[in-house]
């Protein structure tokens, strides 16, 4: 059984395919509470949890404020609010933008590192700023995972380039691959066969 709590998914620019990409790759069952960043701005057309949830068996939802993590669970951060991982829940607010964002990155996966630790997966994808890099060298000092996108295979390579100089220790692979390897961390649940 895998010790691992919590994935945090941080991504901007070029970040719906990614995204898409990851959870389609994840199977039913899959059995680590999900929190994923998508820069997004306060009149973001609503439909990012419905697209995803298309894609994956996963429940994709746009977290509210005290939403549990739960196993199979995909929750969204909204649009002009950050999100914080609490033990066994999620918390939202409003203080001022992170380098011109909220959602921020570094200030969920600082959250989350907090929180969990060793036991938190940081992953970093494509995206055309540096937001992550500071919150996933904090989840790598408590001893999480950080994993970052290829940035050659990246739609922009700005932030997962800035976060492999912030934590040049992370695990770099083509998002395709990256499914594949928090089942594995997961503790083997059998990946979903790709039609």
């Known amino acids: 059984m895998s010790d691992i709590a919590i994935v945090v998914i941080g991504t901007s620019w070029g970040g719906l395919d990614a995204l898409g990409t990851l959870v389609q790759g994840l199977p039913e069952g899959f059995p680590i509470p999900i929190v994923a960043v998508q820069h997004r701005s306060r009149e973001a057309r609503p439909g990012l949890a419905d697209l995803l949830q298309r894609l994956t ?26 999100l914080l991982v609490d033990r066994g829940n999620v ?21 989350a590192a907090e929180t969990y630790g060793s036991q938190t997966v ?30 050659s295979t990246a739609a922009s ?19 395709t691959a990256i499914p594949d390897h ?11 066969k790709r039609a």
Do not use: C, W
């Open 182 to 192: 928090l089942v594995r961390l997961a503790g083997g649940v059998p990946a979903r």
């Open 157 to 175: 390579a700005t932030m997962p380039r800035a976060a492999l100089r912030a934590v040049p220790e992370a695990r770099v692979m083509p998002v």
């Open 57 to 82: 068996t996963l429940t994709v939802t746009e977290a509210e404020d005290k939403d549990p993590l739960l196993p199979g669970h995909l929750l969204l951060a909204p649009p002009d609010y950050h």
């Open 91 to 111: 918390n939202l607010d409003t203080d001022a933008q992170v380098k011109f964002s909220r959602p921020s990155i570094d200030v969920t996966f600082v959250s």
């Open 122 to 151: 940081g992953i970093v994808l494509t995206g055309a700023n540096d937001d992550g890099a500071a919150g996933l060298r904090r989840i790598a000092d408590r001893g999480g995972i950080a994993v970052v996108e290829d940035p």
